[in-house]
């Protein structure tokens, strides 16, 4: 087990180095960030100083190792234009992205696996209908389309909910968090909703399919001769072999869903990394781009190993291999 | 004597919008306490069935469609899903064909076994254990206090198959259908869960229908033996007069074609053509098309009827012993 996790952070370590390489390359190759920084009145000379000053005079591939030098000392530069370190940067904006994510991500799976066991127990009933044909709905309108109509419907018409920022904060182990305070939930309630709604639809599917499936396995038929209530049924019997794959699908979209809240945090003016990683890539701002994604990469690996860790506790039968 | 179990003409159809097609017709059983019945046909001819509609098990579009299912003089056609439920795995219980994919894989034995006890009656999950536990002693599992915490996948095919008759024996069910229990099984095998099924019932007094393809199986097992052929008991009685003289021409053929009747260097024996299928089923006597002796007579149903000891759906009985 302890083998297994080193050999699958070495991995996310080249990943990162791979990528960085990868970035470093492109954005070079799309331009250069001076012309965006430099003041309308700058001289030649302003010029050549920034130049020398970002160390983009060298060659690429000594851009490159200064940068890895850094890494190995733990600084992963300095944005060209907030002038701060870029890991402090992202990660004074992380919590509001994460905070959302997971909202959206526990949103997902406290609506969509009870709809989709409910679906899959009475695949022929109205309600059962009903849930999978708004889950079309909810796999194909795009987001930006569903965050604008709730902010019409519940901000602008009814004026029940604020339709951006974050609201009040309140800060635990030092680090600011909306979902503490009522206000801060009111104002994450629009954009989680938004953002959680193809999730939602995406886990009744898997779970409806599951359980559709399940229903007439040859275990469920002998938990029926057994004189089981169909709720144990359902909820043990059902649920649990169900949630593998959800399981699965969920921790592949955690990392997906803090991608998508790009759009989400534009539209609900929410201060999160995606806002800043947009403004980033616009300004070529390199260093701010490079740390966020392999924060991403980072992140994704954590995700992909608490899944594992969750497999083994919902499938015995992995557990059993690797022991 | 009252008997435990009386199926009186037991009809399961699948019905959909387009129309309905007859899994079984006009089925008849009678069970005193104690007996055991085997329950013979080739696949496709109805005898799953006849035992999922028992359980009320049968899944959609499937349903049983008419006749009465008594036991112990009530019917369990009428009887409310909460009703029937406290009587399934209760008084009646079922054992599967494949021991590989009847237990949930993902749930260990203990759970699998104290629940079925919990379902039926309020004790305390200590008493539940114990009581899984003797059951797996019962059916011969080694170790069975240690044997309780493992999950399905660390048994063998032969162990999950006696972990689940010990499972259909934890309340002591007066009935227990067992549906080809010992077919995916190796012939060793096969013989070791007969023989613990055999003194098990034997020393409880229970009620086994063992539904089962295979006559040699249910020959030293079964008091009793009827034989299903196209959704329909075609010949019904005592197994040793059915196997010393089979008058139906399929039990006939069927006794015909056990390989140890057949004499060495011969060719085989066999019933020619092949099991018709649901959708298709030829009108009147089902066998006709198959049979050597169908005469015109044939293509209008045959009722089920006594004949010597015995009940028999057709018009030309086999007249001499089989030839063996």
Redesign the interface.
Known sequence: MTLWIIQRLLQAILVALAMAAIVFIGLHLIGSPIETLLLPEATHEDRLRLIADLGLDRPLYQQFFLFLKGVVQGNLGTSYVYKEPAVDLILSRLPATLELAFAAVLLSLILGVPLGLAAGWKPESRFSRTIMIGSIFGFSLPIFWIAILLIMIFSVQLGWLPSSGRGAINTILGIPWSFITLDGLKHMLLPAVSLSLFNISMVTRLTEAGVREAMSSEYVRFAKAKGLAPWRILSVHILKNVMIPVVTVVGLDIGQTIAFSVVTETIFAWPGVGKIIIDSISALDRPVIVAYLMLVVIMFVIINLVVDVTYRLLDPRIRLQGE | MTALLEIKGLKTEVVTSDGRVTLIDDVNLTLAAGEVMGLVGESGSGKSVTGLSI?G?V?NPAQVTGGQILFKGQDLRKLSERKI??????RV??I?Q?PM????????ID?QMM??VH??EAVSKQAARERARDALGMVGIPSPDERLSA?P??FSGGMRQRV?IA?ALLMSPDLIIADEPTTALDVTIQAQILSIVQKLAREKGTTLIWITHDLSVVAGLAEKLSVMYGGRIVEQGLTADLLRHPMHPYTNGLIASLPAHNKRGSRLKQINGTTPSVASMPSGCAFHPRCSSATQLCLSRPPLEPIDGRLLRCFHPVTAGAPL
Do not use: K, W
């Open positions: 359980m098990l899944d439920r406290s009587i399934r795995g209760n219980a079922m599967f494949d994919s009847t237990l949930n894989p993902v749930l260990r759970t629940e079925a379902a039926h999950y996948h660390q689940a499972i």
